[in-house]
């Protein structure tokens, strides 16, 4: 069975307290029992491996057998999500969390239809960060992506310019993903448009922040489902799958 992952901002000493809601979820939820394993992590990188010793009301009880921290990775994974609609942000999040992306940006661009405004921006945003988190857990990754604030177009536009390598996700693109030379480090940021695409201003500005249009695949793929595909080529070309 997988040891479990549960998020503590609490990891030094020899002794461990589970408790708040991921105690609550432990305890109540999972029904773990002394003896058991379990691993906490910040989702910054460091990790106690723990023993449940003793389960209380909605806490445990753990002693740590073990430490060690996850080091960044050489080459960081951004990808720029268009707003998809309803919930399939959420699900977008979710797999690429799962995939090993490393930071998520939702874009609000010309054509998304789902735009998010006043109080939805910190409404949606609680719910793309809590897909993360919990997405997190069941792929144990221990360095949880950072999903970033709302970004515009321009903000875009510098992240692309800053890069070691700018990507573009568009149909009508001569060159495939998979025969794109990789820098050796930095940000990879690449692109995924909403359910309406990339518009043809918004590629021009792209490419001139030095980005490079490529194409996916030979299939046209929802907004959804594009980064965690690309996410999935970069992932096997890079090393880190």
Known sequence: MTVPVFLSRKLDGTELTLDGPE???A???RR?????RVDLTDGAGSVAECVVREVVKDALRLDVIGRYTVEPPRRRLVVVQGLPKGDRGELAVEMMTEAGVDVIVPWSA???ITQWKGDKVAKAL????SAAREAGK??????LPEVADLASTSHV???LSEAALGLVLHEEAAEPLSGEELPSGGDIVVVVGPEGGVSADELDRFRAAKAVPVLLGPTVLRTSTAGVAAAAVLMTRTGRW
């Open 32 to 36: 773990l029992r002394a003896g058991e």
């Open 126 to 129: 609680g719910r793309w960060r």
């Open 23 to 25: 105690g609550r979820h």
């Open 157 to 159: 536009e510098r992240l």
């Open 110 to 112: 010309a054509r998304s």
């Open 138 to 143: 069941q792929a144990r990754r221990f360095r």
């Open 27 to 29: 305890a109540s939820a």
